[in-house]
């Protein structure tokens, strides 16, 4: 599986097993025989999508290349209560040192997969398509990102540096929108490379303003109510692509969706998700 620069998994994989090992596992040193030999089995317990099987392998293998790994599920798998993701075969302590590493990551990006398929369930049929944004979890980004793209959702920016998002905050330091547009046309022209520019919008009065303007590709409709959006939609037309968000969740996703609008973003995606349930459980070999 491909990872998206600037992460680097194995770098990744690297710093958070010091974190954890240090300088021993001390607990499995004491208790495990060097030369035992075992299995162990990644259970669902909770249904939901699959995710992080690809960074599970990796953190096995990094732990100690002489493991060996049978998967059964891939990323992006419907999954259930007593489906087996994979197995492990190898040394006992080895099993021991991966485990908690390999479950912290799984969870977080299988409960991420799972709230983004709910929610793009929701949508389906409407056109509107589901993103994340930065409300992320800092040096875990990449992979929750990926877990949306596994549940069936879309990337937005991945950071500060891939694409221009003019927030209110900008928009009132800056002076106004046709100041802040102004600085980032700018700023374009001098770019080898032009950067994909989007702006948000508080009220309607400031859509028709950006639509003034006219250099902007998308505009970030933001906190406007369900009957708000679908004015504002039908104002902007064709003429850029548009984006919801602001306080959308399971109740009311719907709604929003069914104003039109190109994009629906939705922080909660990576920041108030729960966790799915797995667990990594010894087997008997023979």
């Known amino acids: 599986m491909k990872y998206p ?10 710093s958070a097993l010091q974190e954890d ?23 669902v317990k909770q249904a939901g999508v699959i995710a992080g099987v690809d960074l599970a ?11 060996k790994v049978k998967v059964m599920i891939k990323d992006g798998t419907l999954v259930k209560p007593g489906d087996i993701v994979f197995t492990v075969h190898g040394s ?10 390999l479950l912290n990551c799984m969870q ?11 929610l793009v369930a929701m949508i389906k049929g409407t056109g509107a398509k589901l993103l994340d944004t930065r409300k992320t979890t800092p040096g875990f980004r990449a992979l929750e990102k990926m877990a949306v793209v596994l549940g069936g959702g879309y990337n937005h920016r991945f950071g500060l540096y891939d694409m221009i998002l003019v927030k209110d905050n900008h928009v009132d330091f800056a002076g106004g929108i046709d100041k802040a547009l102004d600085g980032v046309k700018k700023l374009n022209a001098k770019r080898k490379k032009k950067l994909k520019v989007e702006i948000e919008a508080r009220t309607i009065a400031e859509v028709q303003q950006i639509l003034k303007h006219g250099y902007a590709d998308r505009i970030l409709l933001d906190n406007f109510t369900p009957a708000e ?15 919801a968000s602001g306080n959308i ?9 069914r104003c039109g609008v190109n994009f629906i973003s939705v922080g909660a995606l990576t920041h108030s998700y729960q966790s799915l349930d797995l667990s990594l459980k010894a087997i008997s070999v023979s």
């Open 229 to 243: 959006l679908k004015k504002a939609v039908k104002i902007i037309g064709t003429s850029m692509a548009t984006e």
């Open 57 to 67: 392998i990796r953190i096995i293998k990094q732990v100690d290349k002489g493991m």
């Open 92 to 101: 006992e302590r080895s099993i021991l040192m991966a485990e908690r590493l």
């Open 21 to 43: 090992v240090g300088d021993g596992d001390h607990t499995s040193n004491a208790c495990i025989p060097a030369n035992a030999m075992g299995a162990a089995r990644l259970l």
């Open 5 to 14: 620069a600037p992460f680097d998994p194995e770098s990744f994989i690297r």
């Open 108 to 118: 977080r990006m299988s409960g991420i997969a799972t709230k983004t398929a709910d």
């Open 249 to 257: 969740n399971t109740s009311n996703i719907k709604d929003y969706a």
